[in-house]
């Protein structure tokens, strides 16, 4: 059909069975400032009870943003929040006076340290879903977790909307778990305490997403978000099995030229880079990239010439801040890192990782979500999505921590199946997952290994074996395979047993 | 309902109204090379008659992708594609051959010179259809063009899929209009010439949206693909209209610290760039970033500390991509700079641009697609997406080209609606946009302007006004506003007239 559209032009609508709009006039458009307080911008954004606001943890256990926002919450009347975080620390303890409250009657994500004690013992309505950082990646991405509100805390934004975690007082390294959350959430708010001139640079958000930007005076503690200086352990024990981790690579033919490894920022994960750091140079080894977190330790090797690229979602210490504010070099969000919807993961070309464990089975089955009372105490992290991506997935752990046996007969929750665990290295000896013939046959006569059960037999000795948990009918969790699959479920912990 | 899973684990899937799947198992993910020729990834894309297939157009008149792309499907049997590239150029002659064959029947993108000229005179199944930067962005993002085959064409990238457009001999800049295709298209294929070590750096497009890596022998011509090096232009009359768009600028209160303006390449583009670089020194004035295309002059500008930021989507000559490749600095994709459906585009800062026309009229309506004669040989580019995000859009322009006038009566494509438009600035005068009352004011005193008609008179007087096209009723293409509006129609071109 012709008509006469806005532009005074006679134009066809119709091709075929497509229908198109005619022209119905232009505007100018332009540029509003979207800097406000975050109360407004909650506001503006039409929150209202029952809706799920969601957080990025990149600024840990110096993090202001949450309780900030919670209060704000607190304060315009609203109640019956789902929250969407990624994790939670210590400095979240307010959280447990806003679920007592009622302004906080879900939780969907990590509730590490005292939320997760009191939401053991205190069901909320909806049992707490936990997932692995990827797994949550593809929860918000497929609508499984819907966010109204996205709130991504930043250490300097500009105010469009551009953000970043690399500069500014409360730098935290690249914003990288909240991509996600800027596409799919129906409004997004960026949190700062430092506006800088437009355009911010770099900018892991950007403008597109953002509608509102709100200022506060402190989105956090620097002291308490990056470390000043990471400390390899002195503890003989642990270095005996991270050096062990690293034996155990090296007989799997693992320390090639092209290597690809994990690097994380826990005690013994840390000693075994700094020994894989050796390692490299006796053989004369060029790694071909270093994913994970990054650290002093890595951007050594990297200055080493033992590591051609340096891949990293998450930034830990100071001195490492000071290198990616020169030089920004492969920042992989955690869609990049993880996503188990996608085409290709950067997880996907792991070597090796070295991971930890709260409990260990002897069907390689691991904890690392509930202490053995049954506590929700841990998130999952990466732990799922490393150790199902890398061809050599090491879990490292005591036999036995005080009296109880960390090696067991069945772990108390299980967060990643025996199915992707390779090696279980103790301070006591190394088991293999029989499943993995061929890594067997690649060690045999290099690495002495015993049979879990031998491992998990030490332990009761030691320990006099197991206490069963005090545990009640309530769910209070359930544990997500990063496929959206329930891969267990954690029970309340009854009071009196504590 | 209590389930036992595939972790041995009695778990619950239902919760209130929520029902989950239990664990059905964990396997260990791992990595394959994506690395194939372009016939087989087509192939195992499963290409068949009448899919979508699109493009970037950024190796410009040195890409050898679209046409090695239509070779391959032509040998594969396969017809009726839709073509849904950003642009074609001359190099892209022989995509006639490919529509007289059947291979190609629908076209939804810019097709300059050559493939315009044919279309103009032999309608399409369906008439082309003609977007913006930022329009085809929203489209490919909303699905109102929805690609089944995304061939995106890059100077280096690894055998995951990640890749660039930054480092290799064809080397073209950031790849920046493919994302949304690499996102929204149900296949990638990434075809390279160069494969490097795996992670690529940097890396504009990531594995997780790539199916396949297909290698060439060469994707490009290098020396087609940039420009060695840039010239201004020497000729008086278009240095003259340079130099008054930077005076309109200046009347209009624009060259003041924190300024943004668009580059181009163009030639009167460029030459208002040198102009504005001598007026930044003259006013000691410090502008907060350019947008658009990177050029020596932008670089130089930048280098004298009188630009802070550079925004770029595209890079047009030899010295610029030496630049990058030192320092990527703040690439800008094209949802970034102009997807009008965001929160935010880097557009709207604009403060100032300058575009040309091959005719504009007495209502300040602007034409780029078709020339008088009616033969649809430009595409909309940015036009749309920077008039309308501009606070002064000035349009340059002779009067007249030899014989034909170009400011008239009535344009006979609108590519850009007067609405948005706010200054003619001609060989022959200037003439502001009645509309802009702000703008009218602020320059009364300094710059000499007259009523547009004064400017059509001229060029009627000078040429004996203009002829006629001679148009078919069919419609061979549709201009649409960046919204998916149909602002104009373009008729078929009768040959005898030609």
């Known amino acids: ?22 022209f119905s006039g232009a505007r100018k458009y332009g540029f509003d400032s979207k800097l406000t307080t975050l109360e407004k911008a909650l506001k503006h954004c039409g929150l209202k009870n029952g809706m799920t606001v969601s957080f990025h943890h990149q600024l840990r256990n110096g993090d202001f943003v949450v309780n900030q926002t919670l209060a704000a919450i607190k304060e315009l009347g609203v109640k019956d929040i789902r929250l969407a975080q990624t994790a939670l620390f210590t400095v979240h303890q307010p959280v ?55 709130i991504i805390a930043a250490s300097a934004a500009d105010e469009h909307g551009n953000c970043t975690g690399v500069v500014g007082d409360s730098a935290f390294g690249p914003i990288s778990y909240s991509q996600v959350d800027a596409m799919k959430a129906a ?16 900018q892991e958000i950007q403008e597109r997403h953002v509608d509102y930007v ?18 390899i352990t002195d503890d003989a024990e642990k270095l005996n099995i991270a050096r062990q981790c690293v034996d155990l690579m ?10 690809v490894f994990q690097s994380g920022a826990g005690g013994i994960s840390l000693a075994a880079v700094k020994y894989l750091a050796e390692r490299l140079e006796e053989k004369n080894v060029v790694a071909s990239c270093a994913t994970g977190g990054l650290t002093k330790f890595i951007i050594d090797i990297y200055r080493a010439g033992r590591v051609k690229k340096i891949y990293y979602s998450q930034v830990f210490d100071t001195e490492s801040i000071q290198f990616i504010q ?20 950067t997880a996907d070309s792991l070597d090796a990782v070295v991971l930890g464990a709260t409990e260990v089975d002897v069907d390689f ?46 772990v108390t929750t299980i967060t990643t199946p025996g199915a992707v665990v390779d090696a279980i290295v103790t301070n006591r000896g190394i ?59 954690v029970r309340r912990v009854q009071e009196d047993n504590i």
């Open 214 to 231: 709100a200022q506060v005076d402190q989105i956090g503690d620097p002291k308490m978000i990056v470390t000043g200086s990471l400390k």
């Open 96 to 150: 447990i006076e806003y679920i007592k409250e009622g302004v906080v009657s879900r939780i969907e994500g990590s509730l590490n340290d005292s939320v997760g004690d009191y939401v053991s013992k205190h069901p909320l309505n909806s049992p707490v879903i936990l997932r692995s950082h990827g797994g949550r990646w593809a929860a918000v991405k497929t609508g499984e977790l819907a966010v109204d509100i996205a």
């Open 326 to 345: 020169h030089d920004l070099g492969l920042p992989a969000d955690i869609g990049h890192y993880a996503d188990p919807t996608s085409k290709g993961r």
């Open 365 to 410: 089955n691991v904890n690392v979500n509930t202490h053995s009372d049954g506590r929700l105490l841990h998130g999952i992290g990466g732990h799922q999505d490393t150790a199902a991506a890398s061809y050599l997935t090491i879990i490292t752990t005591p036999i036995f921590r005080k009296t109880n046996p960390i090696v067991r007969e069945s």
């Open 1 to 22: 059909m012709l008509v006469r559209n806005a532009a005074g032009r006679q134009v066809e609508t119709t091709f075929g069975e497509v229908t198109m709009k005619p």
């Open 250 to 259: 090296d007989a799997a033919g693992l320390i090639e030229n092209g290597m």
């Open 187 to 202: 409004h997004v708010i960026v949190v700062t305490d430092t506006i800088v001139e437009y355009p911010c640079q770099p």
């Open 431 to 489: 088991a293999i997952n029989p499943l993995r013939k061929d890594l067997l046959k690649k060690i045999a006569g290099s690495i002495d290994f015993v049979p879990i059960e031998t491992l998990k037999d030490m332990a009761y000795e030691a320990t006099g074996g197991p206490a069963s948990p005090n545990l009640g009918d309530d769910i209070i969790g359930i544990i997500k395979w990063f496929d959206g699959t329930v891969l267990d479920i």
